[in-house]
């Protein structure tokens, strides 16, 4: 750390890294009350087809809110149920929570789809394709509806097992997209390896468009990447109209992003479902949740 930058920096540095470890350890330990204690909850974020504008799916998105310091990201708490190993246990009941929700949907006459985050340590549980199959079956939906994210660099170390776990979920009819789909260690040699049905464009390649021609000429190659190779692409963090366009006159099949919709609680999406319902197919309006 800079030498001169003075004592008061250096004390805010030890203090915020104390209070990094401080929050770590709080979280580590918390998270392991947390699920007996309901303390996690699902948000839903609308995915758009964007040919029909038609609401053709979401993705489920873990809460977590704590007695003491309120709503907790994600971002802040997963990173440390990886490192625990807590995240099997919590994966397991996003599934479980996510597949139900589902089933609430089709029951309501909603013909969408659910998309589910996995993590690579649940990947690796022997477990894990047993424990997808069984939820599916407990919830009676079909296994078609259900769609599990991976990341790039959970391909990218993939043991023999792992594969063979991919490909035992596919032929159950799961989907499986590859999350932020350009930002990781990509290799091309993945997508024929793995049997992947989607790429979802991450959100970084979407934000400067239309104008940024880079981002221009890197989305649509992504797109025309994924259609030689028959999967679908879902393009992610749409926070315009313009972006929805562009993407849409691109090729990009569907849209997920705050223009359509931020990630709600089940309540508000079961509301949004009925309403969109009524509408008769129109071009994407932009939900206002
Ligand atoms: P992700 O799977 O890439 O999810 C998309 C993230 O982008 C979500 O953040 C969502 O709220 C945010 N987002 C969506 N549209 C927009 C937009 O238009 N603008 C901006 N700025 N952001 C947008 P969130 O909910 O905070 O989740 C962060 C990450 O945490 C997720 O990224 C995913 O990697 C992880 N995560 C969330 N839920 C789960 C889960 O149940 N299991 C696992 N293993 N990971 C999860
Ligand atoms: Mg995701
Ligand atoms: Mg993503
Ligand atoms: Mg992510």
């Not at 296994?143 to 790039?152: D, K, P, S």
């Not at 400067?208 to 028959?230: G, V």
């Not at 109209?241 to 849409?248: A, H, K, P, T, V």
């Not at 319902?277 to 994407?284: N, V």
Request: charged share 25%; with cysteine.
């Amino acid at each position: 750390y800079a030498k001169n930058s003075g004592k008061n920096a250096y004390r805010l540095f030890t203090h915020s890294m104390q209070e990094d470890a401080r929050k770590r350890f709080t979280l580590d330990n918390n998270l392991r009350r947390a699920l007996e204690r309901k303390e996690f909850v699902l948000h839903y974020q609308p995915q758009i087809d964007l040919r029909s504008g038609a609401i053709c799916g979401a993705e489920a998105l873990i809460r977590w809110i704590h007695p003491e310091l309120g709503l907790i990201s994600p971002a802040d708490f997963i990173p440390v149920a990886e490192d625990t190993g807590m995240i099997v246990a919590i994966g397991e009941w996003v599934l479980r929570e996510a597949c139900h929700e589902l089933r609430r949907w089709h029951d309501a006459g909603h013909g969408v789809r659910m998309s589910i985050n996995l993590s690579g340590r649940q990947l690796s549980e022997e477990g894990l394709v047993a424990s997808v199959l069984a939820i599916v079956d407990d919830s009676g939906i079909d296994a078609r509806w259900l769609e599990l994210e991976l990341t790039e660099s959970m391909l990218m170390d993939a043991s023999a097992s792992v594969i063979d776990k991919l490909h035992t979920l596919k032929r159950a009819g799961i989907a499986l997209a590859i999350d932020d789909f350009g930002t990781g260690y990509s290799s091309m040699s993945y997508l024929k390896t793995f049997p992947v049905s989607a790429l979802k464009i991450d959100r970084s390649f979407v934000r400067d468009l239309p104008h940024s021609t880079e981002d221009a000429a890197i989305t649509k190659a992504i797109i025309a990447i994924a259609r030689s190779l028959k999967m679908e692409t879902v393009a992610e963090g749409i926070e315009t109209l313009e972006q929805g366009e562009f993407l849409r006159a691109s090729g990009c099949d569907k849209a997920q992003g705050y223009h359509y919709g931020k990630p709600m609680p089940a309540a508000q999406m079961r509301e949004l479902l009925m309403r969109r319902e009524q509408e008769t197919a129109e071009p994407a309006l932009p939900c206002d949740a």
